[in-house]
């Protein structure tokens, strides 16, 4: 079972639109949320996180939104540029609390910037 | 040379085949994972260690073995393979459990089982 879900296999944004990647998740001990991005041919790499005391962090264009109580969370790209094209996965764990070591995954959102 | 390291970027094996995949990460860091990338998947996390010690192992079937000789280094040992297993495997470190920053990635091993 599917503990981070991203529902949206891709997603397709006009260059200086606002890019909304959307994220939920089903397990309430997760207290740690993080995006990355990938190109192909490339592994992921980090782009922005929160943690679960916040609802929400803020780094240049990119704004993570969370909101505990849907179990939701949100990546906000604002303006969207040709760079951003790539996918986009959604991870979760459990630190503060502990738990197990290791993100969970989503299946990845793959952002396209149309000119 | 800097980051996380994975060779070889691309492997076709047989079935009855051995080989090993490798990883090593020049950032001092403490902690070092393998992941599973299917197709059309999420990324499914196969083991941690946190300071050479294999502290997660998510159920995976004992023809992967991985191996961890010190914090630099990991390898992940392949036998018997199914064709099945074809998946990118991507090798992750992190400085003790990942906060604030989280894991930094190699570029991945594309495996082909035939």
């Known amino acids: 079972d599917q503990q981070v879900k991203q529902n949206s296999p891709s997603l397709s944004v006009q260059e200086g639109r606002i890019s909304i990647l959307n994220c939920d998740y089903t397990?309430?001990?997760?207290?740690?949320f993080l995006w990355y991005k990938k190109y192909p041919a490339e592994g992921p790499t980090f782009l922005i996180s929160?943690?679960?005391?916040?609802d929400k962090n803020e780094d240049g264009r990119f704004t993570v939104f969370l909101n505990k109580s849907a179990k939701h969370l949100s990546l906000h790209i604002v303006p969207s540029q040709p760079g951003d094209s790539a996918v986009y996965f959604c991870?979760?764990?459990?630190?503060?609390?502990?738990?197990?070591?290791?993100?969970?995954f989503g299946k990845g959102t793959h952002l396209i910037i149309q000119p | 040379e800097t980051g996380v390291t994975q060779t070889p970027r691309h492997l076709v094996m047989g079935m009855t085949n051995k080989k090993s995949l490798k990883c090593e990460q020049h950032?001092?860091?403490?902690?070092m994972y393998w992941y599973k990338q299917s197709a059309k998947k999420p990324l499914e996390l196969m083991f941690v260690?946190?300071?050479?010690?294999?502290?997660e192992n998510n159920s995976v079937p004992s023809r992967f073995s991985p191996e961890c000789p010190n914090s630099s280094h990991l390898f992940l040992h392949l036998h018997t393979l199914q064709p099945e297993d074809s998946a990118l495997y991507l090798c992750?470190?992190?400085?003790?459990?990942?906060?604030?920053?989280?894991?930094?990635f190699g570029s991945g091993t594309r495996l082909t089982v035939v």
């Open positions: 992750a470190s992190s400085q003790d459990r990942g906060l604030p920053y989280g894991y930094t």
């Open positions: 397990n309430s001990m997760f207290d740690y």
């Open positions: 929160i943690s679960s005391i916040k």
């Open positions: 991870a979760a764990g459990t630190f503060l609390g502990g738990g197990a070591d290791g993100l969970t």
């Open positions: 950032l001092g860091h403490n902690a």
């Open positions: 260690y946190n300071f050479k010690e294999q502290t």
